[in-house]
Structures are given as C-alpha cells and as structure tokens.
C-alpha cells in the first residue's frame, strides 16, 4: 500500500479531518474557550467558551465538560447529553431571561451535574415539556421568580444530592412526571416541592432523605386538580420544617394522595393537611413519623397506618 495512502488512513480512523470525526465529549473553558473551536469538535486543548458551541458538535449521548471555573450560558439542550463540571471548577449558568436550562425535545435523556444555576432576571431554572429522562445531580439553583426545576408531561426525572434555595417553587412536578427526589435539601422556597395532575394522568413523586425548611407557604404538596388526574407524593425518612404548611394532600378535582413514613414534621404553622374542595384527597401518615411544635398539628382527616 503506498505510503500517503496509509497516512490518510491512519488521520481518518484519529477523525483529524473536522466534521468527519465523532465528538464523544466537547469540553468548555472560561479561561481558554472560543466557540471558533466549534470546527475542530471543542477538545481539552481547543475547547469552546459557551455550553451552546459544545452542544452544536456534540455527538447524541455524549458530554459536555465544563474544564474551569465560570459561567458557561443558558441553553436548550435537543439532544442526549450529559452536561458535568470538572471536580473543583465552579460550572455556572446565570440566567437573566427565561430559563437556565430547556429540555422540549422527545424522546431525549440529560444529565446535568455540578451546576450551579442562578436567577438575575430569569423565569425559571431547568424547564422540561418534553423527553424521556432528565437527572439532576449535585446542583445548586437559586433565586428564582418561578421553580427551580419545572417539569410538566411524562418524565421521567431523578434529582440526588442537590439544593434548591430562594424559588418561587423548589421543584414543581406535573401531568404525568415520575420523580425521585433524594438527598436534597430545598430552603427558603415558598414552595418546597410540588405534585400535580391537572390533566388526566398521574403525576408520583417519591421523596427520601430530604430536607424541606423554610417554606413559607408549603413544604411537599400532592394537587389533584382535574377528573382522572392522579398526583401521589411518597415521602420517607425527611425533614419538614419552619414553614407554612409541612406537607398537603390536596384536591379542587381528582385525587391528590401522600404518604408520610419515618419522618419528622415540626415548627410548621401546620404540620400535616388534608383537604378536597372537590376530588377526592387522602393523607397517610404511618406512626413511626414525628409531628412536633406545630402552631396546628393537623388539618382535615388524617389516616395512620401501622408499619406492614
């Protein structure tokens, strides 16, 4: 085989020639990026300054890397793709309209992790209406107007080890979204974390090892809001503390049900709440819970069941 011809071989299967190689993961850089790196796939030693650039070139189920400390710019993410901070850089979106991160395409599966997502203007921290699953892990958002993590339609949502601080809502669930909400702590919100069916599906949230402080009007809420809508909040080994209401089982239409187990509810206005302007609303508490230096320890009918 002559020479040059093994040479052009060998530069195609390296993928040297621009857009003809895959771009498993496109890495970002506040010190060193420039979305002129687009051309040449964002690498470690060309990177892109901006999450956008990275998401042009990245390949479907690839990541994006943070490298460095910075803010990196909001984004609408159409594909599946991981977007991580680097161990120890600080990866932040500072959003000063409409949301930190959109994810509307179907079909699609995000991870974000080691963000840090803050409101100076902006509606909305992650925003999901469409996708197939979306992890949160080890982020930080805070201060926004609307929720932290919105996310409406049949979703499949896993959020770990992250902080939601100073939102309108932490965490708003709707229409069909099946959450799994562990090892976060959400302060401060006037919503804590919100379940809701305002269409006819049904819409669980599964809660443990959680705090929820602060939440001047509820801590975890279950909404039925619409006939044949089904919101279910489970909730395990969590704190609910030094809010309105700690934790509601509601309905104006359909059903809204929760279940409390081997948690401590205290220094809310109301610990525990149970009500139904129509629909029907059910609240389970086991009796290894603690409701404690509650102003009302209860509202409405509350059931206790016996561990199994």
Known sequence: MPTILRVLIALLALGIFGSA???QRAYVSAAIGTDANQGVGCTATQPCRWFTGAHNVVDPGGEIVAMDTGAYGALTVS???????APGAYA?????????????????????????????GGTNGINVTAGSKLSVENCVITNFPGQGLSVTGA????????????NATGISLRNGA???????????????IWTESAVASTTVTSVSDTVVTGSTTAGITAQGSIASGIARSEVIR????????????????????????ESMVTGNTVGLSQSASGGTS??????NNTVSDNTTPYTGTITTLLPQ
């Open 92 to 120: 932040g979106m500072t959003v000063f309209s409409g949301s930190g991160v959109t994810m509307a395409t179907g079909g699609i599966s995000v991870t974000l992790r080691g963000l840090t997502i803050n409101s100076l």
């Open 238 to 261: 969590t704190t609910v503390s030094n809010g309105g209401t700690g934790v509601a089982a509601q309905a104006t239409g359909g059903t809204g049900s929760v279940t409390l187990s």
């Open 155 to 166: 979703v499949t949502v896993r959020v770990v080890d992250s902080l939601f601080r100073d």
């Open 178 to 192: 099946t959450t799994d909400i562990s090892n976060a702590k959400l302060v401060g919100n006037a919503y804590g």
């Open 21 to 23: 190689h895959a771009v």
């Open 79 to 85: 594909k599946s793709v991981a977007i991580i901070a």
């Open 282 to 287: 059910t609240f389970y508490t086991l009796v």
